[in-house]
């Protein structure tokens, strides 16, 4: 069993940055894939950005050059910096983890990004 928990999310005009983090458990953590899923009401959930166990990165097209993923193993937290925010970024995010060789996800409870003047 793997505990994910994301904290970061919040209010924020257009034009401006968040950065979300998401903490996993378990000593294999550098080992997971990892990464972000959005959704808005009365929308699709859009896979947001991914990264691998060995740093590999892939990003929605709308989200590139303006949204980065990275991850620190030493603390066992992977991290989805957010800049140049826009109102249609506005959804709740959700961070998943994937240990290897599962064919399933853990994930975290969501969490809210408004991006409003």
């Known amino acids: 069993q793997v505990h994910v928990v994301e904290s970061g999310g919040g209010l924020v005009q257009p034009g401006g940055s968040l950065r979300l983090s998401c903490a996993a458990s378990?000593?294999?953590?550098?080992?997971?894939?990892m990464g972000w899923y959005r959704q808005a009401p009365g929308k699709q959930r859009e896979l947001v950005a991914h990264i691998t166990s060995d740093g590999s990165t892939n990003y929605a097209d709308s989200v590139k050059g303006r949204f980065t993923i990275s991850r620190d193993n030493a603390k066992n937290t992977m991290y989805l910096q957010m800049n140049r925010l826009k109102p249609e970024d506005t959804a709740v995010y959700s961070c998943?983890?994937?240990?290897?060789?599962?064919?399933?996800?853990?994930w975290g409870q969501g969490t809210q990004v408004t991006v409003s003047s």
């Open positions: 998943y983890a994937r240990p290897p060789g599962l064919q399933y996800a853990y």
């Open positions: 378990g000593s294999l953590f550098s080992t997971y894939a």
